[in-house]
């Protein structure tokens, strides 16, 4: 069974569109400053989760992914 999403002619352009629609969503916000920064609460069990350097490598992973 073939799933109907996109030909090969529109993938062309779905692929750039949603590059750019991810950076808009996702990468602009980052840079942008509407209130003043502030830190979340921790939860008591939070604050016994050690960090690990070497973890930081699943979270680059989601960008390969996406």
Do not use: R
Request: one cysteine or more; aromatic letters at 26%.
């Amino acid at each position: 069974m073939k799933l109907p999403f996109f030909n090969n002619k529109q993938k062309a352009w779905v692929g750039p569109l949603g590059i750019v629609v991810f950076m808009l969503c996702y990468m602009v916000p980052n840079h942008l400053v509407f209130f003043k920064p502030a830190s979340l609460p921790f939860f008591v069990f939070e604050q016994s989760i050690p960090f690990i350097d070497w973890t930081i490598w699943f979270y680059i992973s989601d960008y390969l992914y996406i």
